[in-house]
C-alpha cells in the first residue's frame, strides 16, 4: 500500500497562486494514473486532474487553463500549480491513486474574495 502526504495548501487571495503536492512513500507511483480530487464543505467530493503515465492530462472544466498536474517520476510526486484562484475553489485537496485506491489525507486551500 502506498502512503501519500499532500503539502502546500493555505490562504489565499483571490487571483493568487499556490502549488499542492503528493508525496508517495511505502511504493513507488509507478505507471499509475494520479489524480487529484476536492471537496468544498457540503459538497461532495469532485475530480480536478488527473494524469497518467505518458503525461496525458485531463481537467474538470472548472479548472481548465488555470490549474497544471505534473509528475516527476524521479522524486515520486504529483504536483497541482493552482493559478487565478477563486473564492469557488476552497476546498480540501486531496491526491489519488485510482488503481489501488489510495487517498492522501488532503490539504486545506482557502481563497479569500
Known amino acids: 500500500q502506498v502512503r501519500l502526504a499532500e503539502s502546500g495548501g493555505g490562504l489565499v487571495q483571490a487571483g493568487g497562486s499556490l502549488r499542492l503536492s503528493c508525496a508517495a512513500s511505502?511504493?513507488?507511483?509507478?505507471?499509475?494514473?494520479l489524480n487529484w480530487y476536492r471537496q468544498a464543505p457540503g459538497k461532495e467530493r469532485e475530480f480536478v486532474a488527473g494524469?497518467?503515465?505518458?503525461?496525458?492530462?485531463t481537467y474538470a472544466d472548472s479548472v481548465k487553463g488555470r490549474f497544471t498536474i505534473s509528475r516527476d517520476f524521479a522524486k515520486n510526486t504529483v504536483d497541482l500549480q493552482m493559478n487565478n484562484l477563486k473564492p469557488e475553489d476552497t476546498a480540501i485537496y486531496y491526491c489519488?491513486?485510482?488503481?489501488?485506491?489510495?487517498w492522501g489525507q488532503g490539504t486545506q486551500v482557502t481563497v479569500s474574495s
Open positions: 511505502g511504493r513507488a507511483f509507478g505507471t499509475n494514473d
Open positions: 494524469i497518467n503515465w505518458i503525461g496525458t492530462r
Open positions: 489519488n491513486v485510482p488503481t489501488s485506491g489510495d
